[in-house]
């Protein structure tokens, strides 16, 4: 009796646009929670940090595999003149010839957003030392701490809306100057275009192989 023909599948699950929609619904979840949405904020801040370095990274190995084939390293190395996210960003705006303005607001959004990520990923206990006089004392609030800026309805707005604006400018630009690799990837990097396509898994039949006898 010969074995059972089998296929061979190969494809891709791309995870930038769902990381992009869990920035999108802790957002909403914010917004439905008038009082108490302090950690939906933040999840969402987290998130889309999490959604932008992952779209960089995709964009990265189709333009340039040579060097994201090993990214973390090469994104690490001070000499480089690319570190971190932000260097990726500049990275990529490089080769696909588009200059940022890095005056504009909306890149001073991913710088901030870059801070974030930097300070809840390597926090610390914040120490504050702070002197009132005794009569007003009891009308002064203790100083928040710098993890509040990031779980606000307002910077999250700014950031989601920034960030999307400047991953839609990278991806027109390398569009524009590797067709070839992005012909597929859609026009917009979170919304519409290119989310529909990514989010489905790529799967190609590689090999089928026939009843043997």
Avoid: C
Wanted: hydrophobic letters at 35%; zero cysteines.
């Amino acid at each position: 009796m010969g074995s059972k023909p089998t296929i061979r599948i190969k494809g891709e699950h791309i995870t930038f646009p769902r990381l992009w929609s869990a920035a999108a619904h802790f957002r909403e979840l914010g917004d439905e929670t008038p009082v108490g949405s302090y950690f939906e904020y933040l999840a969402a801040s987290v998130f889309t940090y999490f959604a932008f370095e992952g779209f960089l990274n995709e964009i990265g190995r189709l333009v340039d595999p040579v060097a994201w084939q090993n990214e973390r390293k090469f994104f690490t190395q001070r000499g480089s003149g690319h570190v971190g996210t932000l260097g990726k960003l500049d990275y990529l705006a490089a080769k696909a010839g588009w200059t940022i303005d890095k005056n504009a607001a909306e890149y001073r959004s991913v710088e901030e957003l870059q801070g974030a990520r930097n300070f809840l990923g390597h926090h610390r206990s914040e120490l504050f030392d702070a002197e009132y006089d005794a009569d007003e004392y009891a009308d002064v609030d203790t100083p928040a701490p710098e993890m509040d800026t990031y779980a606000q309805k307002g910077f999250v707005d700014r950031v989601m809306r920034d960030v999307e604006t400047v991953s839609d400018a990278l991806l027109r630009a390398a569009r524009a100057t590797f067709p070839h690799q992005l012909e597929d990837r859609g026009t917009r990097a979170f919304s519409g275009g290119i989310t529909g396509s990514f989010e489905k898994t790529r799967q190609v039949a590689l090999s089928k192989l026939p009843t043997r006898r």
